[in-house]
């Protein structure tokens, strides 16, 4: 019944013409013959072919490696230390700086805080800094790269103290040193662990509390002293109560969900100017809103805006209020109805005065522009001791600052006995509402964005304090102007990160660089113990600086005075050393980094800095203005910026989630290695390079690491491939190559995959560069090429010219892959190379050179090309199994036909590069100028499988085609075994 079926379909096709058929029907065609065909052929037959097909196995030149496929587990950990070692990973930073040429490539290294142990972000950071330097050490450029540590700071003081009751300085220090030193050990560890190139031994590195990068650090300071940049003065700063210390802006983090108490407060009016006298017989106040009602005991003013129209308001107990017109109804809405009686323009407020809510004092209401209508009542408490625009309203006013809070956040004696010793975000705040109750007329939890110190995790408070300054004020103009010289990465977020580093420098009038700690760089000077002048100069500096040569970098604690000044000095400069005291703060941190290019740079200046997009509010603004301000440029022509490490779920990693990621784990594996399984330096790398350079953040999970495993499984088949076609016993190096166009066609794809690549890694786009890669073995290697070659591969003669060529493309494939990898995935890149038969005295890859020729760019070859792979496609569409037993005829278009004909010769019909690349038996091919696109047909053949190389080509009757039996011929132990 079934072959019944299938002869009435045929013969149906047999009367239509083929040209009319649908691309379903000619698949029903197909279909129909090959179940003949299957029908047809006999069982014995069939396991004869089968044994002849056994018979001839051993004379295919299949791929033979050694090269394996997988590694996992503990072979994949040792494979990766052995392939460090054995390819001179820790001698090629200094290798490339005695071979390479310059110009060199200078990338400075933000230093990592020697604290903790290493995470994803440092994962992130490094690996991407050393993409960007075997990029170019691939390309034959020598690179600068001088790996480098913060050494100082509280995290690590409080780290080295902790359940330590430790007082004396030189003890705090000596226990945080060691606590860094041990911090750099582990960190170093594993930054090597990742392939980062660097010269790891401690001359190689730089480390901020080494006395030489100190003594330069000391000698920055004074430059900026003598420009008059660098200043010293009692202002409101971030004060952290729990480290007891200034911050800086860099330094805080804020909470969006803090919670304060914020008060509606009345203040009697105590004078009215003259105007406004008829009202000086009523109780009038003025009415303020504030989230931190504990400055209310430093008051000092009150600030209202002239542009603002204020009203006087009478409440139900017939109090008149002084209040903005625009903000009536909001604060009506808390503390009850209110009677407009008159309106009033805010320059008339002028010469109002107030009593103190405390103690009574008459205060002055003053005039200011950052007095604004968006919340509150229009009239803000002026504290010049607790922010940085009530400060610059006393200074406009002459007023002095009054400070009432000490280092531990709580109110000083002179704040008052009620008062005295209370924490002031705590105890103290509630005290002063509770002291103030009758002119409380309203009280609300206000939840907003509040700074805590970064470490402590604790909030902040404002406090004016003597400290040491940078005059970001004085440079910013000629900072901005200095920006539009700096390229900034990934492209697609220049404007937007360009904007923010301008952003953050408008938003900084000063930046305070001394903090009251005992492990950093001393600020160094020394002040009168009578009238407070500070004292420093040059001299002093130079001293300072021999003493650290001598006697250590903890010689300002340890030395005396005079010591430190010295005898010669001190008589030279006749200085009363018993009036003389040193000072006792150091400097901050992001100064110690912020000057690093004036210790590491060649000329100052690098290329490229490379970190988190957080460093705009930290390393790159602090480095930013301490080269403008001492070198009058950037220290960088190009900033590339990356992403944050965060969970599947974009929720930052902390501990206190459990959602952390030890990259350790991920070299070495978990205790569970179903859960935690070894996933090795070159996932850990793909993952970096595919993930960390196109979004803020970086989400960690098993998903995106087994998508990274199944990448580089592809790339090691591919490899394998490509090494096992240029097996020694399989290539003669003698025989002159005679390309194909595929070939040809294949070597300007090649040409133009490595162009590109080029592209990608010298704009920092890594992730579209692994995805280049991927898409280029996916489709044009391993999908196109190696797949069309394989007959050429597997079953011409060995001195066959057009298998030569076929051998030397698939030999510079290799090449230009393993180059274009090996800066995300060295270790794969050179455990290859080792496996590479001309690599026989196995010369890591780093250490060789490569230029690609100019002779494979033949863009004229595409157009061609095109018309053949879009029929191989059309082919394919319709056909989905071997086409090798199709013939076909094509009816070309006029412009299709002109390339065709080029890959196919009609004197070769079953031999042309046509047939090739569709892998068809034979080819008709028909011009026709009245089609409009190219249109193929095709049959089935009547000639019998060969059985050595499995075409359906004319055989003989020992069952093979002439080319098979003219190679076996030719190879005498071949034909014996046979």
């Known amino acids: 019944m079934m072959r019944c079926k299938l002869d009435v379909l045929l013969c149906h096709y047999k009367i239509v013409n083929m040209y009319k058929l649908s691309v379903s029907q000619r698949r029903t065609l197909f279909i129909c013959r090959k179940l003949m065909n299957k029908q047809l052929v006999d069982s014995t037959d069939t396991h004869n072919t089968s044994k002849k097909q056994h018979k001839y196995s051993d004379t295919v030149l299949l791929p033979r490696t050694q090269f394996p496929a997988q590694l996992n587990g503990k072979k994949r950990i040792e494979k990766d230390q052995y392939l460090a070692k054995k390819c001179g990973f820790s001698e090629l930073y200094e290798w490339q700086r005695k071979n390479l040429s310059a110009p060199e490539f200078v990338l400075h290294d933000g230093p990592p805080y020697a604290n903790g142990v290493p995470h994803m972000g440092h994962a992130i950071n490094k690996i991407l800094k050393d993409i960007t330097l075997r990029n170019h050490v691939m390309h034959g450029k020598r690179v600068h790269y001088v790996p480098g540590w913060d050494c100082h700071g509280l995290p690590i003081e409080l780290k080295a103290i902790h359940n330590v009751n430790v007082q004396d300085p030189l003890e705090i220090r000596e226990r945080a040193r060691k606590y860094a030193k041990e911090a750099i050990v ?34 920055q300071f004074i430059k900026l002293y003598e420009k008059g940049i660098v200043f010293r003065d009692f202002m409101p700063v971030y004060w952290s109560p729990s480290s007891r210390t200034a911050l800086a802006e860099s330094e805080l983090e804020y909470n969006t969900e803090h919670q304060s108490k914020a008060a509606i407060v009345r203040l009697c009016i105590a004078n009215f100017p003259e105007k406004l006298s008829f009202f000086k017989d009523r109780s009038v106040y003025a009415l303020i809103w504030t989230t931190t009602p504990w400055t209310l005991v430093a008051n000092q003013a009150l600030a209202f805006s002239l542009n603002a129209t204020y009203c006087f308001a009478e409440d139900i107990e017939g109090n008149v209020n002084i209040i903005s017109e625009e903000l009536l109804e909001n604060v009506e809405s808390k503390i009850g109805s209110l009677r407009p009686i008159i309106r009033i323009e805010g320059k008339e ?94 009280i609300e939890k206000f939840t907003h964005s509040y700074p805590y110190d970064w470490r402590t995790k604790q909030p902040v408070v ?106 010669d000095i001190i008589k030279e400069q006749n200085i009363d050393i018993d009036d003389i005291e040193r000072g006792k703060d150091i400097m901050d941190i992001w100064f110690d980094s912020g000057i690093s290019w004036s210790a590491v740079l060649p000329e100052g200046k690098a290329n490229l800095y490379l970190e988190g997009y957080d460093q705009f509010n930290g390393w790159f603004q602090t480095s930013l203005i301490t080269s403008v301000a001492l070198q ?25 989630l459990g959602n952390v990621v030890n990259p350790e784990e991920l070299l070495q594996g978990g ?43 592809r790339l090691r088949l591919i490899l394998r491939f490509l090494l096992g076609v240029l097996h020694p016993d399989h290539h003669n190096v003698h025989c002159k190559p005679q390309y194909k166009t595929i070939d040809r066609y294949m070597l300007y794809t090649l040409y133009s995959y490595y162009k590109k690549m080029q592209e990608y890694y010298n ?54 892959l393993l180059r274009t990898i090996a800066p995300v995935v060295p270790h794969l890149a050179e455990e290859a190379w080792l496996h590479h038969p001309e690599n026989s005295e196995s010369v890591p890859l780093h250490y060789t050179t490569y230029k690609i020729p100019d002779s494979w760019n033949e863009p004229k070859i595409v157009e061609y090309m095109d018309a053949a792979l879009r029929l191989r496609s059309n082919l394919l569409n319709i056909v989905s199994t071997n086409t090798w037993k199709l013939s076909v005829v094509v009816d070309a278009t006029k412009d299709d036909f002109y390339s065709l004909s080029l890959l196919h010769d009609k004197r070769q019909p079953s031999s042309s590069d046509l047939c090739e690349i569709l892998q068809v038996s034979s080819i008709v091919l028909i011009e026709n100028d009245t089609v409009t696109e190219t249109r193929i047909q095709i049959e089935n053949i009547d000639k019998t499988l060969c059985s050595r190389c499995r075409r359906y080509l004319e055989t003989r009757e020992d069952g093979l085609c002439s080319r098979c039996a003219i190679v076996l011929a030719k190879d005498t132990s071949i034909s014996a075994t046979v």
């Open 763 to 816: 704009n920092y786009e890594y992730h579209h560069a692994s995805k280049a890669i991927m898409h280029f073995i996916a489709n044009d290697v391993s999908g196109l090429y190696c797949h069309l070659i394989k007959d050429r591969l597997y079953c011409d003669e060995i001195t066959s010219p057009t298998r030569a060529a076929a051998v030397q493309v698939v030999r510079e494939i290799l090449i230009v």
């Open 632 to 656: 009058e440029c950037p220290p960088y022509r190009e900033l590339f910026v990356h992403g944050f490490a965060v969970d599947e779920n974009c929720e930052k990693m902390s501990k206190s």
């Open 186 to 219: 582990k960190q170093k560890e594993a930054f090597q662990s990742w392939g980062v190139m660097a010269d790891w031994n401690e001359s190689g590195c730089y480390f901020t509390n080494n006395p030489s990068y100190i003594k330069n650090q000391l000698h």
């Open 349 to 442: 407020l002028q010469g109002t005065m107030y009593l103190h809510p405390l103690n009574e004092k008459k205060l002055p209401f003053l005039a200011s522009n950052h007095v604004t209508m968006d919340k509150g009542t229009g009239l803000v408490h002026i504290a010049p001791a607790h922010g940085p625009e009530d400060f610059l309203v006393a200074i406009e006013n002459s007023i002095p600052i009054l400070s009432l809070v000490d280092i531990e956040g709580k109110y000083t004696e002179a704040a008052g006995v009620e008062f005295h010793g209370l924490n002031v975000l705590t105890e103290g705040n509630d005290k002063i509402l509770d002291h103030l109750a009758q002119n409380i007329l309203h």
């Open 671 to 713: 205790s569970n290695m179903q859960k935690k399984p070894v996933y090795g330096v070159d996932i850990l790398r793909w993952w970096v390079a595919s993930h960390g350079c196109q979004n803020t953040q970086v989400p960690v999970s098993k998903t995106l690491l087994d998508g990274s495993k199944q990448s580089i499984n």
């Open 462 to 567: 404002i406090r004016a304090s003597n400290q040491w300054f940078i005059d970001v004020n004085s440079l910013r103009q000629k900072i901005i102007d200095n920006i539009s010289d700096v390229k900034v990465y990934p492209e697609c977020n220049r404007k937007s990160f360009t904007n923010a580093l301008i952003a953050r420098l408008k938003e900084r009038p000063y930046w305070c660089i001394s903090r009251q700690r005992s492990w950093g760089v001393p600020i160094p000077v020394f002040y009168s113990k009578t009238t407070g002048k500070v004292l420093t100069n040059r001299v002093l500096v130079e001293r300072l600086c021999h003493s650290i040569d001598k006697h250590g970098s903890d010689c300002w604690w340890k030395c005396s005075v005079e010591e430190l000044i010295g005898s």
